[in-house]
């Protein structure tokens, strides 16, 4: 599809990626019009985030296409969809300086025509197009190291900051007496323990952050800090405490997520697996909440 629509020569077809080494980060821009390579471009970038640098190619490829005579359409193929969607996102972000700019070059190439069009395109590595095939490879060929002392853009300095928090943490994280003896962990597809991280709405929010009243009870899950006898034995010693299915001596969250058959919207012995202990939550409104929460 995208080779027919560079058929035309009035479009200009921009292949780009960008790769990440010794803290040098390289971008590789190809430009074709007409099926044929007009415009082959390579930047390398020391202490910049992957993020920077793409929108550095971006902005590079289309003030390229603008020196080109004719060019009504552009196509820009990439694999890091989700980085140019900030392009046209209103809301405040970390790169307003970079889609700034990349504004002000749209704006020139739309006012020359109004006809004159852009389409992103993504096209992940695994696909292996051929066309962004050869970006990529090329992306990954060269192995520079710093020589000198550079300077570090912010966007670099905090990531690299983050990184190290997120390190110090993953690392304590295991620690029970940190995190917590009843601390419930649980597992991605690939059975792998879930680990802290920062990024993409982070290792729990991500999917449940969307309703308050599920984020709550599912944090009360993970904890174990819930409205249950299990939990209320830590405080009230005395009393007596058993499980209401009347086989259990007493309600624990153990019993609720893996043999409580009163919970059974949802039944999947894998709680310990994400997917299946939110979807549990989701269909079972009345797990690890409060009575007087219950709508």
């Known amino acids: 599809m995208a080779i027919k629509s560079s058929n035309f020569p009035s479009t200009a077809l921009v292949v780009m990626d960008a790769s990440v ?3 040098v980060t390289s971008s590789i821009v190809h430009i074709y019009v007409h099926n044929k390579p007009i415009v082959k471009m ?40 989700h980085m140019v969607k900030k392009i ?3 809301l405040s972000h ?3 300086k970079q889609v700034a700019l990349i504004l002000n070059d749209l704006r020139e190439f739309f006012n020359r025509y109004h006809e004159n069009t852009i389409e992103f395109w993504e096209c992940p590595s695994k696909c292996k197009w051929n066309l962004h095939k050869y970006v990529n490879i090329e992306s990954k060929l060269f192995n520079l190291t710093p020589l000198f002392p550079n300077k570090n853009s912010w966007d ?6 983050c ?26 597809n690939n059975n792998k323990i879930l680990e802290p991280m920062y990024s993409k709405g982070g290792t729990w929010l991500r999917y449940i952050s969307y309703s308050n009243i599920l984020c709550a009870r599912a944090t009360r899950a993970i ?24 086989l259990y001596p007493i309600e624990t969250r153990c019993h609720i997520l893996h043999e409580y058959r009163k919970f059974n919207e949802y039944w999947n012995p894998r709680r310990d697996l994400k997917a299946h202990f939110v979807l549990f939550l989701e269909l079972n409104l009345n797990v690890f909440a409060f009575l007087s929460c219950i709508t």
Request: with cysteine.
């Open 42 to 81: 390579l930047h390398h970038a020391i202490n910049v985030t992957s993020t920077e640098v793409e929108f550095f190619a971006i902005r590079c490829s289309i003030s390229q296409v603008l020196y080109l005579q004719n060019i009504s359409k552009i196509i820009v193929v990439t694999n890091s969809i």
């Open 88 to 90: 046209f996102d209103i």
């Open 163 to 188: 990184d190290n928090i997120i390190s110090n943490w993953k690392m304590t994280f295991q620690a029970s007496d940190l995190k917590g003896n009843n601390f419930l962990d649980l597992v991605n």
């Open 21 to 23: 080494k010794n803290n």
């Open 94 to 96: 970390l790169f307003q």
């Open 223 to 246: 904890t174990n800090h819930a409205p249950i006898s299990e939990y209320h034995l830590c405080f009230f010693l005395r009393e007596e405490f058993s499980c209401l299915c009347g």
């Open 156 to 161: 670099f300095s905090k990531r690299s900051k």
